[in-house]
């Protein structure tokens, strides 16, 4: 057998979103529709035109050591929470360094380390900023961490692509099991960077939701009164694992990692192509390299991000992609919950997308109260979705300022 | 300040940076061999004391403070 043909399984979950601490609790607000979007305290946002996110459900620093959260970004904190959760999950296999892999994204990492010394520079001198800034404000910092945790050798990456990082993490993780560079990868997202600077620089762009009077109602897909995203903070985490390193040790096996579709928009380094040309390309290179088919396809994890522009254009992709067989398909816009997690985004809806295979069941998109003609989707709403049984693939959007278009095609196995 | 209260302002840097048992913390015992306290951790404990106890300790002198008696004896005289 060719490295190249080795199927690649996912073998634990982890994450720690605004919907909940841990897998369990965040899988089981998203099938009951429970927000995790609130007002942000403090006076520094009192003066913003958005004064709201999706906010931890559990403080990191309430499951780490002091000593060791002083020293680590809140995305750090995050993404090793998430991946110690996967890793346990996975059963913390026993494995040669050298063969153990770790790829996380963030996409912006540490800034507000970094907002938080330049501060200390500015108040107190060069004297007292941290010797520990540069570690935590780089972007690697998530992923080196991660695998200093592990102790792996194999390779570090931290894949940048925006709001598709944490998506690309996967398929890089997917990629180099299938190289035969490693037998085991930790894959993930991350991003904790609320603060009035990013959101006002979203703001800035006219992206984010400014309904201040109802935060857990803002990040709201495919309904008409969407006016934008929900900035949000949250990690996942996922261990990937060749199937035979797998079935070898006995591992619980969710799903396998079918295939990644990648493309670019080559459009607007913000806006999406509005005929979601990449976003359809990707979603068919996905299911081409699967095997498989629009048929196969029983529920994607859709990006919808809740702005007016972004969901139908995605929308009309997933139609393009999969043709008249779109109707036997569920939608799930799972964002209207978490808000968007810009680079842990591609890793928790990762997570998301396999449990609804593993447990044949489609999460709520809150908030549709009136669904927009043009989106011409099935959107699991009001209630969780039975999905059937058989052989099945799910798919996960997530689409980057810039253009970036990943589409990652999960199988049951 | 009393030679114990440095001592005990020190260790609980220590145990606050490098998550080191204060019960560990003895004069005898040396910041990197014994504490596991790094480079990057050095730097850490010594800001924080020159914040609580009101002393400088430049970088040149850091070297030379092996053992957490080292940096007891060093504070008190630096706050004589």
Known sequence: MTTSQRRVVVTGLGATTPVGGDVSTTWEGLVSGRSGVRALDGAQYADLPVRFAGQLAVEPTTLLEKSESRRLDRCQQIAL???REAWADAGAP??????????????????????????VLTTRGWSRVSPMSVPM?????????????????????????????????VSAALDMIRSGRADVV?????????????????AAMRALSTRNDDPAAASRPYDKGRDGFVMGEGAGSLVLESEEHARARGARIYAEVASAGITADGHHIAQPD?????????????????????????HVNAHATSTPQGDVAEAGAIRAALGGDVEHVAVSGTKSMTGHLLGGAGAVESVAAILALYHR???VTANLEDLDDAVGLDVVHGQARRLRNGDAVVLNNSFGFGGHNVALAFRSI | MSNTEILDGLAAIVNEVAGTPIADITPDKAFIDDLDVDSLSMVEVVMACEDKFGVSIPDGEVKNLKTVGDAVAYIEKAQA
């Open chain 1, 361 to 363: 069941l489609a999460p």
């Open chain 1, 274 to 298: 509005p005929e979601g040309k990449g976003a359809t390309r990707a979603m068919r290179l996905a299911l081409e390299g699967a095997g498989a088919t629009p048929a196969d396809v029983i």
């Open chain 1, 81 to 83: 929470l998430a991946s």
């Open chain 1, 137 to 169: 404000l780089m972007p690697n910092g998530s992923a080196a961490w991660v695998g200093l945790d592990l102790g792996a050798k194999a390779g570090i990456h931290t894949p940048v692509s925006a709001c598709a990082s944490g998506a690309e993490a």
């Open chain 1, 94 to 119: 026993e494995l040669d360094p050298e063969r153990l892999g770790v790829v996380v994204a963030t996409g912006i990492g540490g800034i507000v380390s970094l907002l938080e010394q330049n501060e």
């Open chain 1, 186 to 202: 930790v894959a993930g997202g991350t991003e904790a960077c609320i603060h009035p600077i990013t959101i006002a620089s979203f």
